[in-house]
Nanobody
Framework: QVQLVESGGGLVQPGGSLRLSCAAS????????MGWDRQATGKQRELVAH???????NYADSVKGRFTISRDNAKNTVYLQMNSLKPEDTAVYYC???????????????WGQGTLATVSS
């Protein structure tokens, strides 16, 4: 069974930083895209950032210049470094990955359980 486990959320003051991690485990052959979505209370889930297997990145306009997504393929882990955090960044952050995994191997799109990041003074 393949699963994604997130960590790194918490409470931080405005202007502070958090680093989120998402590790994939199980019978994985290849991970294609890795990314982060978020959902604030009362709002729709939105894309924050994603990174392809080739290292190309894409960010939501609201986080450009403040957030950085990276991946460690050897560890099947994706990171989201969040700097200069604002109260409007408060949300549950979900990692999302597409991969070839399982037995027999097949294309999967998986989400993590979510980790809460709260930006407040």
């Amino acid at each position: 069974q393949v699963q994604l486990v997130e960590s790194g959320g918490g409470l931080v003051q405005p202007g502070g930083s958090l680093r989120l991690s998402c590790a994939a485990s199980g019978s994985i052959f290849m991970i294609y895209t890795m990314g982060w979505d978020r959902q604030a209370t009362g709002k729709q889930r939105e894309l924050v950032a994603h990174i392809t297997s080739g290292g190309s990145t894409n960010y939501a306009d609201s986080v450009k210049g403040r957030f950085t997504i990276s991946r460690d393929n050897a560890k099947n882990t994706v990171y989201l470094q969040m700097n200069s955090l604002k109260p409007e960044d408060t949300a549950v952050y979900y990692c999302r990955e597409t991969m070839l995994a399982g037995a027999p191997p097949r294309y999967l799109e998986l989400w993590g359980q979510g980790t809460l990041a709260t930006v407040s003074s």
